[in-house]
């Protein structure tokens, strides 16, 4: 059961904000954030575990809200660094199998 | 720290032929993962270890075998090669949990033909 992710892609020009969406039908005990960058290896973001916190650092910031089952990543003021594709993934129990979502393609112009 | 080496970056091989995938960590995390990314359909789970010793299946493990014997190393086996195993493989580590934080090996990218 993939999570699935919205919007597919989104394209921004500095200093403005986003915001990703990451939602399962399945309840889930937490939400996992990565951005990949082109031809490189997913990079760690975040964690939510179930409980409704929001977590975030810099100008990235994510919530969970269990009784939708969904996350989202919020970037705000957004610069050229955070291009790239954002990944969730999700466990329905804890150490329970990882489902990542499709993917987010994020695009900062100056 | 070097953090998660795959070797080799890139590959070719034709259908049936086998070949291991090399994985290793030097942060002595016990938890090891591998995925397989192909385009529209993010990471998917192959196999995943808890140990040295143990190992377990994720989501599409068919066609692919592997063993920890140390901690610091994690091989991926092709048994059999086919064109639907065409895809960019991550290897991965994590420290407190299989999936907690998890560090993403540079991955292979493998091509059968």
């Known amino acids: 059961q993939q999570p699935v992710q919205s919007p597919q892609a989104v394209i921004l020009r500095e200093g403005e904000d986003a915001v990703i969406n990451c939602s399962s039908s399945k309840a889930l005990y937490s939400v996992h954030w990565y951005r990949q960058k082109h031809g490189e290896a997913p990079v760690f973001l975040m964690i939510l575990l179930k409980g409704g916190e929001q977590k975030g650092h810099d100008k990235i910031s994510a919530s969970f809200n269990e009784k939708k089952q969904q996350s989202s990543l919020y970037l705000t003021a957004s610069q050229l660094s955070y291009s790239g594709t954002y990944f969730c993934?999700?466990?329905?129990?804890?150490?329970?199998?990882?489902?990542f979502g499709a993917g987010t393609r994020l695009t900062v112009k100056p | 720290n070097a953090g998660v080496t795959q070797t080799p970056k890139f590959q070719v091989l034709k259908t049936g032929q086998s070949m291991t995938l090399q994985c290793a960590q030097d942060m002595n995390h016990e938890y090891m993962s591998w995925y397989r990314q192909d385009p529209g359909m993010g990471l998917r789970l192959i196999h995943y270890?808890?140990?040295?010793?143990?190992?377990d299946q994720g989501e599409v493990p068919n066609g692919y075998n592997v063993s920890r014997s140390t901690t610091e190393d994690f091989p991926l086996r092709l048994l059999s090669a086919a064109p639907s195993q065409t895809s960019v493989y991550f290897c991965?580590?994590?420290?407190?949990?299989?999936?907690?934080?998890?560090?993403f090996g540079p991955g292979t990218r493998l091509t059968v033909t």
């Open positions: 270890s808890v140990g040295a010793g143990i190992t």
């Open positions: 993934g999700t466990e329905r129990s804890n150490n329970n199998d990882m489902r």
């Open positions: 991965a580590s994590s420290y407190s949990s299989p999936y907690y934080e998890q560090y």
